[in-house]
């Protein structure tokens, strides 16, 4: 049964519908600086004549549309489908029948599946166009696993943890997740390959490569835990296929591996979720650009050999846990030089982390490649913040925290005062509520640009994901892990265990705090979203090939497409962690017609550029992108 969320209250409404109009009056492009009296004056004004202004009319800045049911740990949208897929670890959740979207308030009854499990749901089908819920059931605990996808735009979700309440381990588990379409409303769910990875693996990442498959590197084989440690890192990678034909064994990768002795070197250790982008290259191979803990390199994971050495990774780890957000900023045709946005995350620091600001970029393939530094984060430091590629080429930084690093509740056990007690592990605190863009064409020093804030906290286990409309979804949130009504620290603040043993970090969410399992769904709308007519995309084939020409057909309320025209393919990807694996665009070339509304497009040259799959395809003019469609890439 789908699960309709109640309305949201006139309250709620007017209070959108005053921002709203406040965002109109500041304009698209500029934003206006009032005092704080003038500001005061505004909103009242705002208030009274809420009332009567539609919200459909009022795009920009967030609203609040339902419930993700189970807490969104993993999100990713499956192609060709009106729905995006939230995944959790499994554990009670009461975000069904009886939640409260307006005050986050959970439901009385506990949301489980119908088959007589008794088991509470961890995984739902979000429908965009109704906001409601289909449940969806894992076959082994998906607990921080990986996620990419095949050719067909099937997901694979790999790994997992431990088992739980009779769901079955997942560490070493392959379950795939089909794409639409639907022949009406789509009634399927989970399947679980026979096949298992060759090696168990707990936040790993993955890729998905030049000829469909998914690559996956790293991670460790034990649950539980924030530090990755010797006697259980996974300095390997593998590589999985759709058809389940045998893959060739797992190989080491060299920046993966450390010995006892630098458990607590952050740069060696903090190894955890590896940041990879595939980067075009001449010889069209598998050359990913991969980062663990502060080592960089660029991996030929076709022939298993390096490629290049490239500078650490400026002054900090970079990965889990220190959880800085990573984006490969969008291909431009013809050339597709790649550029690598980092920003934020988390020092290494012990016991207490420090939440970080800077930001760099990094051109990979440059004879001498160097991290230079761009304009840093103007709200301050973030850890574990999102990285949304919007499709007119910006960044959407969202989510996170301005204190300590990634980390979730383990219920670990320490003694104090000779008596054993469960100690709650959170490990940061002071939420992200206002977003920010990042424009990589703008001049150095205004390149961010600070949108209005969210209400809601995003910490540990928040998601976000760019969806077909442009706008972006944001969901998640759980520091506990498991449900929490609370959030609240419990005792034994701040130490906690890691690996079996005391931890050398220290918890860093305030013994006074409370984030308790999020369940209510946002869209952030970008400014662009507020204007009057955006273009239509009238027609475009359903496939397209490598190095090819093809048809797009569009429109401007009706008539033609003029002045700065952009078509550009983007993969949304698989968001978790921070990490959003898979996620890429390019800005292909093309023609116009002379009448203005027919456009001949220049396909990606190679999978290099963009592995094969089902991407989406927005028209952007002058700033202002269509609603993305669905298009087949591949050989």
């Known amino acids: 049964m789908g699960l309709q969320m109640s309305p949201i209250s006139p309250e709620a409404r007017a209070e959108g519908r005053a921002a709203c109009i406040i965002r109109r009056l500041e304009g698209l492009a500029t934003y206006v600086l009032f005092t704080k009296v003038k500001m005061q004056l505004l909103i009242l004004i705002c208030l009274v004549l809420s009332a009567s202004l539609p919200l459909a009319n009022c ?21 060709n489908s009106t729905t995006a897929v ?3 670890n499994y554990h009670e959740n009461f975000g069904g029948p009886g939640y409260d979207i307006d005050t986050g308030r959970p439901s009385t009854q506990s949301y489980r599946y119908d088959d007589g499990s008794g088991l509470s749901v961890f995984g739902t089908e979000y429908n965009l166009l109704t906001n409601g819920l289909r449940k969806l059931k894992p076959l082994s605990n998906t607990f921080c696993s990986a996620g990419s996808f095949f050719a067909d735009g099937t997901l694979a979700n790999i790994a997992g943890a431990e088992a739980a309440n009779g769901v079955a381990q997942g560490f070493n588990k392959i379950r795939t997740y089909a794409p639409g379409p639907c022949s009406g409303a789509c009634t399927h769910d989970w399947l679980e390959k026979s096949t298992t990875l060759q090696h168990t693996r707990w936040y790993p990442s993955a890729q998905t490569l030049l000829d469909g498959s998914v690559l996956v590197v790293g991670g460790a084989d034990a649950g539980g835990l924030v530090l990755n440690e010797a006697n259980i890192n996974v300095p390997t990678y593998e590589i999985i296929y759709q058809d389940g034909r045998a893959p060739p064994a797992p190989v080491g990768l060299p920046i993966l591996d450390f010995t006892p002795d630098q458990n607590l070197v952050p740069g060696k250790s903090y190894n955890l979720y590896p940041i990879l982008h595939l980067l075009p290259n001449p010889s069209v191979a598998n050359q990913i650009f991969t980062v663990a803990g502060n080592q960089v390199v660029i991996w030929d994971y076709t022939r298993d050999a390096l490629v290049k050495s490239l500078p650490n990774t400026p002054l900090q780890p970079r990965t889990f846990p220190s959880s800085a957000t990573s984006v490969l900023l969008p291909l431009v045709a013809p050339n597709y030089t790649p550029r690598v946005l980092l920003c934020g995350g988390s020092s290494g620091d012990v016991p207490d982390p420090l939440a970080l600001s800077d930001c760099y970029t990094i051109d990979p393939l440059d004879a001498t490649p160097t991290w230079q530094s761009t304009d840093s984060l103007p709200n301050g430091p973030q850890t574990m913040s999102d990285g949304i590629l919007l499709p007119d080429g910006t960044v959407l930084i969202i989510n996170g925290g301005r204190i300590g690093s990634g980390g979730g509740f383990m219920v670990p056990q320490i003694h104090i005062l000779a008596s054993l007690v469960k100690v ?31 209400s809601i906290p995003r910490l540990y286990h928040s998601t976000a994901i760019l969806l077909p409309s442009g706008e972006v979804l944001v969901a998640g949130s759980n520091p506990a892990v498991g449900y929490s009504a609370n959030g609240r620290v419990s005792g034994g603040w701040p130490l906690f265990n890691n690996n079996g043993h005391r931890c050398a970090l220290h918890q860093q969410q305030k013994n006074s705090s409370s984030y308790p399992t999020e369940y209510r769904v946002e869209i952030f709308s970008p400014p662009y979203m507020s204007v009057p007519a955006r273009p239509v995309i009238t027609s475009i084939p359903s496939d397209i090939s490598y190095g090819s020409t093809f048809q797009v057909e569009a429109s401007l309320s009706g008539g033609r497409i003029e002045g700065n025209i952009q078509m550009a393919l983007c993969h949304p990807g698989f968001h978790t962690h921070s990490v959003g694996m898979g996620q890429r665009m390019v800005v292909m070339s093309f023609t116009a017609a002379a009448n203005g509304n027919s456009f001949t497009v220049s396909s990606p040259s190679n999978p290099s550029v963009m592995p094969p799959g089902v991407y989406l395809l927005f028209v952007t003019n002058n700033g202002i992108p269509s609603v993305g469609t669905w298009i087949e890439l591949g050989s």
């Open 59 to 79: 795009a920009a800045g967030f609203r609040t549309v339902g419930s993700s049911g189970c807490a969104a740990q993993m999100v990713f949208l499956p192609p």
């Open 424 to 454: 709650n592990l959170f490990k940061a605190d002071n939420p992200v509520f206002q977003p920010v863009i990042y424009d990589p064409t703008a001049a150095a020093g205004s390149r961010f640009t600070t949108m209005l804030s969210s």
């Open 86 to 88: 939230f995944i959790d």
